[in-house]
Every structure is written in C-alpha cells, then in structure tokens.
C-alpha cells in the first residue's frame, strides 16, 4: 500500500503530519481535527486497519479493495461513500485513459483510495490547503474539492474526442474505408466515458440533497450546484458524441457499400467486355476454319476426289470459300458477335 499523504487538519490548516496511519489515528483524536488520509491501490490487508479505526463497511471496503466499480453513493449511518470515475485524454495515443478513486466522508475523516494515475488527488490537497476557509467547511468541503477536480478535468477530454471525431468525418468522406476501425474504437472509448460522466448527475443530486438533510454548510451546497451544471453539460456533449460517431459509422457502411458495388459493376463490365473479344476471336477463327478446311481437302491430291480434274475446280473451291466465310460473317454479324 502507498500512503501518499496523511494528515490532520485543525480549523482549515494542517496542524500534524504523522508518519504512520497509527499517529494519524492518535493525531485525530487528540487535536479533535479532520484526518485525511491518501491511499493508493491498497490491498485487502493492508487496508483493514483504516476500515477497523474508522468503522468503514465491510461492503464498501471490498468496493473500494476490488475497484472496477460503477460511480455510485452510498450512506452507512455516518460515513458517506462514493466511487467515482476519472478520465484524461493521452495526445500520443489519441486514447482516453480512465482511473478510479473511492472517498470515504466521516464527521472527523476523509480516506481516498485512488486506482489509477487519475485523479492527481495531491493537487486537490495542495488547492485545499491554500483555501483555508472552504477546508474549514469540514470533510464534505474535501469531497466537493475532488469532485469538482474530475468533472473540471472531463474538459480537455471532451475536447480530444471531439477533435478525433472531427478527423475521422474527414477520413471517412476523404474515401479512407479503414476509418470503420478507428471508429469503432473511439465508440467504445466514448461509451466507456458516457459511463463515468453519466450518474454523476444523479448523485450529485442525492448528494445536495443529503447535505441539506444532515445540515451540511449551505455554501457547500450551491458549490455542488455548479459541479452539477458541468456534469450535465458534459452528458449531453458525450450523449452528442455517442450519436454522430453512430451516424458516421453508418455513413461509413453506406460509402463502402457504394464503393463495393462500384468495383463489382467495374468487373462486370470488363467480364462483359471480354466476353465480346471472346466472342470476336470465335467468330474470326470460325470464318477462318472453313476456307481452311476446304483448302485442306482438295490438297491431299487423292484421284478420286470430286472435280480434281474438272476445268473449273479451282475457281469451284475459290468461290466456295468465299460463300462459307460471307455465310460466317453474316450469321455472326447477326447475332452481334463481330
């Protein structure tokens, strides 16, 4: 397990920095401030002792354990528990890489446990430690800070899939037909997106909800408004997203289609035109076989043959010739194979 940062913190200030989870524990009960405790990718052993300190459920502990969960916010008697799911876009690869943290809220605590690169839940500290006065509006003040971290880091991600989608509605209409892969993974990557964004609104709403009920600082309350506004912003630019990528994709099918049935009517078309030579070279070499064949029989010289001594046998095999091969072509001519 990577402790990546434990502290207490007194009236919006960090007034004790432990160097193990056992002073943290001793700190926050002594100085009677807010524990927030930063973990990383722990294991089932290695986090039972923060679950056993703060009596954290055993359900949401595996949750937290196991990640790969779905956002969601859960109530067990004091301790509020959310998953959420962050995202950021890699330029190089042009993917989208998605992370998990799970936040525990107690009245004198804050556990993260972070699966992932994102969030960069040091920077939200280190923006709350600067803001003394939201710190002071106790634990719930260190879950609207990470919440609104995620949600304001969907932006550039929306903008690296929207800058993707605009470059495959080039290659696509540019008559690139391996575009159909591309799509289809950015598909995935935006369904998987719409995932993470999508009940943030609904949560957010329990959440304001819930803090009204449980008396939580109405300031908190309208800040939560506002990560709210982004969130369903976001929805509706993935929702957008999700269904121009369809369109494309159909698109897509529709020019390869077209572009199929143009190269199968190009090869009927050159089948056609070699039937015609086919046919041209038949006809020819048939008209030529007769003069041909007639030559051929009147040279074996037998003396028996008809009019091999007649006068006019000559001229005889001469126009006979020509007969069958004016014959030939005509017929041929006729049935349009010259």
Known sequence: MTIVDSAVYVDGKRA?????????????????????????RPTAEEFSSVAEEFGLHELAVEDAVKAHQRPKLDRYGDTLFVVLKAARYLDRPETVEFGEVHVFIGPDFVVTV??????????????????????RRGPE?????????????Y????AGLENDIDEIETEVFGGNAGVSRRTYELSREVIEFQRAVKPLSGMLTALIAGFEKYGVDPELQRYLRDVQDHAIQVTEQVAGFR??????????????????????????????EQNDEVKKISGWAAILFAPTLIAGIYGMNFDHIPELHWLFGYPFALVLMM?????????????GWL
């Open 155 to 158: 932006g550039p991600v929306v």
């Open 114 to 135: 972070r699966h992932g690169d994102a969030p960069d839940v040091r920077e939200v500290r280190n923006r709350m430690e600067k803001d003394i006065e939201l710190l």
């Open 243 to 272: 269904d121009l990528l369809q369109n494309i994709l159909s698109v897509n099918l529709s020019l390869v289609g077209l572009q199929q049935n143009e190269e199968v009517k190009a090869l009927t078309e050159a089948s056609i």
């Open 323 to 335: 007969l069958v091969c004016v014959s030939l072509f005509l017929v041929f001519k006729r049935r």
């Open 16 to 40: 004790v920095e432990p160097d193990s989870l056992k002073e943290t524990y001793e700190a926050c009960h002594g100085q009677s401030g807010i524990a927030w405790i930063g973990l990383h």
């Open 141 to 153: 003040a260190i879950l609207y800070a990470i919440m609104d971290r995620i949600v304001d880091d």
